[in-house]
Nanobody, 124 residues
Framework: QVHLAESGGGSVQAGGSLTLSCVVS????????MKWFRQAPGKEREGVAQ?????????DYADFAKGRFTISRDNTKNTAYLQMNRLKPEDTAMYYC????????????????WGQGTQVNVSS
């Protein structure tokens, strides 16, 4: 069993920054794909960013995230991060982290393990 716990959400003015954290319990964190999703009220869930596990690390970002968001991980802390800069009101959503052995495409949501989410509110 794997457990994920997000933190770091909150309320911020447009143009501000937040960094989300996802702490993972269980074995093999360094080998796992870590992914951030978000879902706004009345909107479909969408992939935000993902980072692969293993020795050959690669990254994927949604178009809206490129240049503003950075996904990273600290394998010594079993933690993944999503640094979000220059936030916009349309970034308001519940943000979830998820993990699986493989990342697949950014749109892939068939991840077996999910956190409870952390709310991000961006005001204009």
């Amino acid at each position: 069993q794997v457990h994920l716990a997000e933190s770091g959400g909150g309320s911020v003015q447009a143009g501000g920054s937040l960094t989300l954290s996802c702490v993972v319990s269980g074995d093999g964190f360094s080998r796992r794909c870590m992914k951030w999703f978000r879902q706004a009220p009345g909107k479909e869930r969408e992939g935000v960013a993902q980072i692969s596990g293993g020795s050959s690390t690669y990254y994927d970002y949604a178009d809206f995230a490129k240049g503003r968001f950075t996904i990273s991980r600290d394998n010594t802390k079993n933690t993944a991060y999503l640094q979000m800069n220059r936030l916009k009101p349309e970034d308001t959503a519940m943000y979830y982290c998820a993990t699986d052995e493989w990342c697949g495409t950014l749109a892939n949501a068939n991840f077996p393990y999910w956190g409870q989410g952390t709310q991000v509110n961006v005001s204009s």
